[in-house]
């Protein structure tokens, strides 16, 4: 069975850091897309960041030139760097993996959600 595995989550002041980390694991085939959402309270989740296998990257205007989304094949993972933090950006995150497994096919997996709140 293949789970995605979030950590990284917490509580930053304005102007802040953080670091999320999203491990896929199991028996997997391939990995296609990996990318993280947000969903802030009473909010419509919605799309931060996405990176191809090949390491292309897209971008929410919102988070553009503040957060970056990288991600390491061999350890089937994905990282969403977060710097200059505001208040807007506290939101439970979620990562999402794009993949094939032999007993599947092709799916999309879902994190169960990290909580970053940023205080003012």
């Known amino acids: 069975q293949v789970q995605l595995v979030e950590s990284g989550g917490g509580l930053a002041q304005a102007g802040g850091s953080l670091r999320l980390s999203c491990a896929v694991s199991?028996?997997?085939?391939?990995?296609?897309?990996m990318a993280w959402y947000r969903q802030a309270p009473e909010k419509q989740r919605e799309l931060v960041a996405t990176i191809t296998s090949a390491g292309s990257t897209n971008y929410a205007d919102s988070v553009k030139d503040r957060f970056t989304i990288s991600r390491d094949n061999a350890k089937n993972t994905v990282y969403l760097q977060m710097n200059s933090l505001n208040p807007e950006d506290t939101a439970v995150y979620y990562c999402?993996?794009?993949?094939?497994?032999?007993?599947?096919?092709?799916?999309?997996?879902w994190g169960q959600g990290t909580q970053v709140t940023v205080s003012s």
């Open positions: 199991g028996s997997i085939g391939r990995i296609y897309d």
């Open positions: 999402k993996a794009d993949l094939r497994t032999w007993y599947r096919g092709r799916f999309d997996l």
